[in-house]
């Protein structure tokens, strides 16, 4: 498959020298939408992501999704060679994704003081566990650490149970979108405004600690802290799984009138509208046990698809809690095309997520998954660098590729 001539950031030219998830997502989600993203790794080592499982045939299926979409190169940062071909690679970038403890890159003679003075225009993403400043930036920073101090796992999860984690690296993730999102903002300013480079300081906490939203205000203004309830929210009712008599979850959301009212006709209880206890969302949180008693004494009994079929007739806010396997097999994915099929050089056909968000003229891509160590090497360094053939081969004999 080839990239089309009509994806969004054609002629946006973006170095990734980032590890693991936070950074080289953010370069993925570049690259989804036609950036021209140039993965850099250690030659030696390459990126700790490319031995991350589930591994098929010692390849990191992983890695196939992270790393789709990008020309592979081979540097070493920490070479002085290195570092001279890095400044030449950055003087023909538009955006430098790094994640690097805070320092690393000045140590190396990389910071953006130095590479800003070679190119003007760079607009240098910098992700990072605490951010460039404040007393714990020096800290090493890992995305569960950053989930723990956004206060999100002190309300998830059930109130007889520790705080809950998410089961996948959620703050490296939410940070790669928003890392993405400020390199846009400063690409958008430097070209409308006709402004210069500049440095956008990505943390892997803020991100999600700018998602709880109504914490910090509810908190400074009324002095709320936000409890663990499992699936339920204080903010609203009902809102919790069920279920149901063959073992399935179903999902249910009607915080609103007229989707509780919904809710109440479905199940056979429309006495319950008028019901004190449920008049009206407040009510409803109130009395949050007393509902859930009666929406689990109706799932219970039912199979999922006779309460899915009921549900949906009667147009309720319902949902299955799907895995991965049901995902697979559902027609609105497929209909969506929310799973895409790539050809790939090591595992032959393989399918990932497709690319989000849907731009209706010039929507996004999935060119290829990624590849191997170097994979582009000499096509980067004689297009960009115009190295030739003996030069390639001294810097490898070097280590420096």
Known sequence: MRLRHDVPLQGLRVIDAGTMIAGPLAGCLLADFGADVIKIEHPRYGDPMRQWAP?????SLWWKVTARNKRLITLDLGHPRGQDIFRQLVGQADILIENFRPGTMEKWGLGYEVLSQINPQLVMVRVSGYGQGGPYRDRPGYGTIAEAITGVPSFTGFPDKPPTL?????????????????????IHYRDVHKGEGQVVDVSLYEPLFRLVESQVIGFDQLGIVKQRMGNRMAEDSPRNTYETADGEWIAISASSQRTFERLARAIGRPELVDDPRFKDNPSRVDHADELDEVLSAWFSPRSFAEAMTILEEHDVVAGPIYDVRRIFADPHFAAREDIVAIEDPDLGIIRMQNVAPRLSKTPGQVVHGGLSLGHHNREVYAELLSLSEGELKGLQQQGVI
């Open 55 to 59: 591994i098929k045939n010692e390849v």
């Open 166 to 186: 998410s089961a996948w690296p959620l703050a490296d993730s939410v940070a790669a979108v928003f890392a993405a999102l400020g390199a846009m903002f400063a």
